[in-house]
């Protein structure tokens, strides 16, 4: 069974820091570009950050540019996805979803284009 998921999640002072993770079973995903997607209540699921299959591209929403770093570890028999988020605000706050795309463009933005989902983590900034 094709599994991703997500820890890290909790409640946090605006201006504080988390570090997401995503953990892939079941398959590899070594080929994969993987992605992080959020939800805020009453709003549509949001692009967040992505990374290529070989970790050498990467691309963020404008929103969270300067703030949040992808990055990914491949040296086991599986992959992990890491999201750093530092200088966090409210309106960061929403359920944070891990994603994993087949697709041949190298860092995908839109939900479409992945192919697995985690169940989400909650992340909540006060202010």
């Known amino acids: 069974q094709v599994q991703l998921v997500e820890s890290g999640g909790g409640l946090v002072q605006a201006g504080g820091s988390l570090r997401l993770s995503c953990v892939g079973s079941?398959?590899?995903?070594?080929?994969?570009?993987m992605g992080w997607f959020r939800q805020a209540p009453g709003k549509e699921r949001e692009f967040v950050a992505a990374?290529?299959?070989?970790?050498?591209?990467?691309?963020?929403a404008d929103s969270v540019k300067g703030r949040f770093t992808i990055s990914r570890d491949d040296s086991k028999n599986t992959v992990t996805v890491y999201l750093q988020m530092n200088s966090l605000k409210p309106e960061d706050t929403a359920v944070y979803y891990c994603?994993?795309?087949?697709?041949?463009?190298?860092?995908?933005?839109?939900?479409?284009?992945?192919?697995?989902w985690g169940q989400g983590t909650q992340v909540t900034v006060s202010s």
């Open positions: 994603a994993a795309s087949s697709t041949i463009v190298v860092v995908p933005t839109t939900m479409n284009s992945y192919d697995y």
């Open positions: 079941g398959r590899t995903f070594r080929n994969y570009a």
């Open positions: 990374i290529s299959w070989s970790g050498g591209s990467t691309y963020y």
